[in-house]
């Protein structure tokens, strides 16, 4: 719905590292719940790591320990530094918010309104 937009996306080697970037286009409380997602070619959208107001995290197992969730001190702007990327890792990254999820609503599982145009990552042996 426009209301993001992701940027940091490339061509990188593997086991190189990324940083991707959110910020939002106008402040509408997303930052209740923020989260990155991904999507490759013929497959569904993943559900990466998503992070709520007080800043707790949750992380799917396919990225937990390689990739990191942050915000500025703003609460605004979403980080997602990717570390150690493999080449299945290759895909459209997005992020979202909502401002309706709050605390333990805020999860791997939840339904967002708003998201990015989105951002590609290519991984290559």
């Known amino acids: 719905q426009g209301q993001l937009a992701e940027s940091g996306g490339g061509s990188v080697q593997a086991g190189g590292s990324l940083r991707l970037s959110c910020a939002p286009s106008?402040?509408?409380?997303?930052?209740?719940?923020m989260g990155w997602f991904r999507q490759a070619p013929g497959k569904e959208r993943e559900a990466l790591v998503v992070?709520?107001?007080?800043?707790?995290?949750k992380y799917a197992d396919s990225v937990k320990g390689r990739f990191t969730i942050s915000k500025d001190g703003a609460k605004t702007t979403l980080y997602l530094q990717m570390n150690d990327l493999k080449i299945e890792d290759s895909a459209m990254y997005y992020c979202?918010?909502?401002?309706?999820?709050?605390?333990?609503?805020?999860?791997?599982?939840?339904?967002?309104?708003?998201w990015g145009q989105g951002t590609q990552v290519a991984v290559s042996s």
């Open positions: 106008q402040h509408t409380g997303l930052e209740a719940c």
């Open positions: 992070i709520d107001f007080q800043d707790n995290t």
């Open positions: 979202a918010g909502d401002p309706r999820f709050w605390g333990s609503k805020c999860s791997l599982s939840t339904d967002f309104d708003y």
